[in-house]
Nanobody, 127 residues
Framework: QFEPVESGGGLVQPGGSLTLSCAASGVTLDYYAIGWFRQAPGKEREGVSCIGDSGSRTNYAVSAKGRFTISRDNAKNTVYLQMNSLKPEDTAVYYC????????????????????WGQGTQVTVSS
């Protein structure tokens, strides 16, 4: 059992970029499918992007496609979410979640599919 740790959030102007990181101690993240979720005030948590274990297939929400990129750096035991062309509606707390592999299918952007959750990092897009 472990808790992923998110970092990299902050305040950015519309059109700007941020890279979020998801790291963990004591486990090899490559053995887990990793999902990024977000929750804005007054809204339900929604899936943004995910990557299968062993750095295989990726999946994106419609709102993230073409702007966000999920990737792994196994040497650093870290999963990243590169976010470009940020909009005010991207403002939310972003969470990293992990599901033990192997995952013999495309990862999904559903809360219930993930076992371990981080505490979240705030992303605010505002001028």
């Amino acid at each position: 059992q472990f808790e992923p740790v998110e970092s990299g959030g902050g305040l950015v102007q519309p059109g700007g970029s941020l890279t979020l990181s998801c790291a963990a101690s004591g486990v090899t993240l490559d053995y887990y499918a990793i999902g990024w979720f977000r929750q804005a005030p007054g809204k339900e948590r929604e899936g943004v992007s995910c990557i299968g274990d062993s750095g295989s297939r990726t999946n994106y929400a419609v709102s993230a496609k073409g702007r966000f990129t999920i990737s792994r750096d196994n040497a650093k035991n870290t999963v990243y979410l590169q976010m470009n062309s940020l909009k005010p509606e991207d403002t939310a707390v972003y969470y990293c979640a992990a599901r033990p592999g192997p995952l013999f299918r495309l990862c999904v952007l559903s809360n219930v599919d993930y076992t371990y959750w981080g505490q979240g990092t705030q992303v605010t897009v505002s001028s």
